[in-house]
């Protein structure tokens, strides 16, 4: 059965799964591209196809791709998300930090809030350890008789 996850993520950037030419399954064969096992016929999925067009046209717009190569400008957004795509150096768009608001050119974070983020997630994975470290486990005590209680209620 299929995960949930890799039907939207297959969904998300078009990713083909069936030949158009034959109707045969379409193998990943690496950076966006996919090939039919059964007649060869190659494809691609939009990750693949901003890729093309920006390997041929360097600096393109979001708008000039989707214009060119029917990629919609919400997935190149989610593919400069991402990190898959970058922004060109001294192009007047760009991204915005979700933490500070600083102009990046790819990714979520700026250098500074990924680095804060990481130490972050660290501290909490630290804590975690140190707070299963210190849990005590319940159970059998060797010192105290078979069967007896351990915890009572309305008793004093």
Do not use: W
């Not at 898959?84 to 915005?96: C, N, P």
């Not at 159970?139 to 008793?155: H, V």
């Amino acid at each position: 059965m299929e995960d949930i996850a890799s039907i939207i993520q297959a969904d998300q950037y078009n990713i083909p799964t069936t030949c158009t030419k034959c109707g045969g399954v379409m193998v990943f064969k690496g950076v966006g591209e996919y090939q039919c096992e059964t007649c060869g016929e190659m494809a691609l999925d939009d990750y693949g196809k901003a890729r093309t067009y920006l390997e041929e046209h360097r600096g393109a717009t979001a708008a000039e791709i989707e214009k060119a190569v029917g990629v919609s400008q919400r997935s190149i957004r989610k593919l400069l998300r991402d990190g898959r795509l970058e922004i060109a150096e001294g192009s007047k768009a760009f991204l915005r930090c979700d933490l500070c608001g600083k102009s990046i050119r790819y990714g979520q974070f700026c250098s500074e809030c990924e680095m804060k983020a990481h130490q972050m997630l660290e501290e909490k994975q630290r804590e975690m350890l140190r707070k299963a470290k210190n849990m005590q486990v319940y159970g059998k005590n060797e010192e105290r008789e078979e069967g007896q209680r351990r915890f009572m209620r309305g008793e004093n």
